[in-house]
């Protein structure tokens, strides 16, 4: 009985990780179905002998904060209905690392293959976009060329920051030589470059922007932390470099970085509040005038949206909440809930027994440079994807006094 209460917990586990990776960008029913199936899978698994890891580490449940802040911002919030629908999305920030933290431990291999299936995903997603873009080059070009995005299959940032994290963690996955098998090498490193390329093209400044300092990040640190400082200035260079590069011979990054001078002269000149950059200019004003008036706990996260949005609010006519993650946060919940946010949504960062921990900094740093021009947390694909890929680097642990190399070779001889 013991051992078929693994095995269902286990094939559950396995199964909703492979659905969920395609339903992010197709389904959200089946996301939220996903979500659910983890719940079981982490409810079955102590059934089978009542223990939890020894070396799970308590870092995760902090995460439960970010949806006690908003169950906190509830005392201040008079829109109910609003308070309960931010509950309600923030509910995965409890179940999810509850779930994850009861689970046993993971292998690397698993962990690998999983990225390696979001990986496929996001290029058999890619393929079909590649020729409709080029069918339609003209079109789409007068599209950037008036700030409007090209057609995604979910929202354009959203897409752009999942194809980022795509491509750095497969860069991050070949770095660890180990890892990757030289079989899969060759098709895990055209596939990257298949979606870099394609990222160009769509030309979204927040993916693009995270997947060039990710990349900086991750090999730039090896560099330094070997004593390489001249690769490091290569690389810093050859990425400059490349940046321009694309600049000038892709058409749409042209394009897009016209679109976004003229936005920025046109604010300059009168305000351009019919521009997009423009537009977040003005709701990270106003957002900030709102928080001043409410410094310590905010106006409530159940009254954000009126007190901005509503017929009295200063963003009436433009209709758009801030996008800054963390000023959002302030705006409803104060200098006290942006404080509680930050201390749960990073609290994952100070756990020092994950084998890939590299790899989980690179998805926060993917995140906290979205937070800067988005509210990332505020959409459910994002917060799924963000809080599934953070549980699963969290599984694949290294026990106290074994370093993450010789713990990482252990896993690959038991598999």
């Avoid at 990222?199 to 997947?211: E, P």
Wanted: proline share 4%; net charge positive; hydrophobic share 50%.
């Amino acid at each position: 009985m013991r051992l078929g209460t693994a095995t269902i917990a286990d094939t559950i586990l396995v199964g909703a990780s492979v659905l969920i990776l395609p339903s992010f960008l197709f389904s959200k029913a089946i996301t939220s179905v996903c979500l659910g199936l983890f719940v079981i899978a982490g409810a079955l698994y102590p059934l089978n002998d009542g223990r939890i890891s020894t070396h799970r580490s308590y870092h995760g449940l902090l995460l439960t904060l970010v949806f006690g802040v908003s169950l906190l911002s509830g005392w201040n919030s008079t829109d109910t209905s609003e308070w309960i629908h931010i509950l309600i999305l923030r509910l995965p920030f409890v179940l999810l690392p509850l779930a994850f933290w009861v689970m046993p431990d993971q292998s690397t291999d698993r962990l690998v293959r999983v990225h390696l299936h979001l990986l496929l995903v996001l290029v058999v997603a890619a393929i079909p976009q590649l020729f409709f873009f080029f069918h339609h080059l003209d079109t789409h070009l007068e599209m950037l060329s008036r700030g409007q995005p090209i057609s995604t299959p979910i929202e354009h940032v959203k897409y752009s920051m999942i194809n980022a994290y795509g491509v750095i963690s497969s860069a991050y996955f070949l770095s660890k030589r180990e890892s990757i098998s030289a079989r899969l090498r060759p098709y895990i490193i055209g596939g990257s470059l298949l979606l870099f390329v394609f990222m160009h093209l769509l030309a979204v400044r927040t993916g693009l922007g995270i997947c060039y300092v990710s990349i900086m990040a991750l090999y730039g640190w090896q560099y330094l932390k070997s004593g390489s400082y001249i690769r490091f200035i290569a690389l810093f260079t050859g990425i400059l470099a490349l940046a321009v590069t694309a600049y000038s011979v892709v058409p749409s990054i042209k394009h897009k970085v016209h679109y976004m001078l003229y936005d920025w002269r046109m604010w300059s000149e009168n305000g351009g509040v019919s521009y997009a950059d423009s537009e977040r200019i003005i709701s990270f004003r106003a957002a900030l005038q709102v928080w001043l008036d409410h410094p310590w706990w905010g106006v409530g996260a159940g009254d954000v949206r009126e007190t901005l949005l509503g017929p009295e609010g200063p963003l009436y006519l433009l209709q758009k909440l801030p996008h800054n993650q963390f000023l959002l946060t302030l705006t409803g919940s104060g200098l006290i809930g942006l404080l509680l946010f930050t201390i749960g949504f990073y609290g994952l960062l100070w756990s020092r027994n994950m084998t890939h921990r590299g790899l989980l900094l690179l998805l926060y740093l993917n995140y906290t440079l979205s937070f800067m021009v988005e509210n990332s947390l505020e959409r459910s694909v994002t917060t799924a994807f963000f809080l599934f890929f953070a549980m699963w680097i969290a599984l694949v642990t290294t026990p106290d006094g074994q370093t993450n190399t010789a713990y990482h070779q252990d896993w690959r001889k038991a598999d």
